[in-house]
């Protein structure tokens, strides 16, 4: 069964400015504003990154999910980690054998996902997800929108390859989302890796006094000074290979 990493989730207390944020350093677009996140009491935006997103999702009312994470990590950071697949009828059948708990099973059109309870998981919230139509990285992608390729801007950056969950227990937490996801798990200067069809998981000693959760992403960038110099016109912590946005470390590395 495929498996691709193909979306990380971002909440922020303010909408916003993060997408702007996003917008300006990487050169991004907005694909789409999901209404349908508004039953969860939430707004979104999604940015494409080639043929991978990153979607901001923040509290519209009191007492979200979302706004409980928030406050339990202490502001603006990672949430989700999301990817698709070609066959959720046979994860589903995984999950329910491993008694991995659905924590929601989602249904829209042509698109249908399950996030796993994190109870089960650790870490960040993970769903899995598939599109009829959706078997190439440019094909339909449901949570995206029906024309997301045409937003997709290049000229910095090309797509997401790598996710960064941090653990007081790396080794722990990457064995366990090994198991989970039916990928190898192998020991990485730094810590832990499970490869995915598609990008892959990196799991790394929590330092930020933030505890468990998605903290950085690897994102392959084409004009890394375009981006530094625009990160530092947004007053945005910035390194040589390392931009902060709405909580999250966002690695430069080559295409």
Known sequence: MRLRLRQLCLVADKLEPVVEDLKAVFGLDVCFRDPGVGKFGLHNALLAVGPTFIEIVAPVQENTTAGRYLQKRGGDGGYMVIHDTDDLDGWAVHLSESDIRIAAALEHGDYRGLQLHPGD?????????????????????????????SHVRQ???????????????????????????????????????????????RFVQARDGRGEGLGGLDIQVHDVRAVREQARARDLPVSDDTVVIGGMRFYLVSP
């Open 121 to 149: 998981t650790g870490g960040a919230l993970l769903e899995i997800n598939t599109t009829k139509g959706g078997n190439q990285l440019d094909d339909a992608y449901g949570p995206a929108g029906p024309d997301w390729q």
């Open 155 to 201: 000229e910095r950056v090309q797509g997401i390859a790598a996710a960064e969950l941090q653990s007081a227990d790396p080794e722990r937490l990457a064995r366990r989302w090994a198991e989970v996801l039916r990928r190898p798990c192998s020991e990485v200067p730094g810590g832990f890796e499970v490869t995915l069809d598609h990008g892959c998981l």
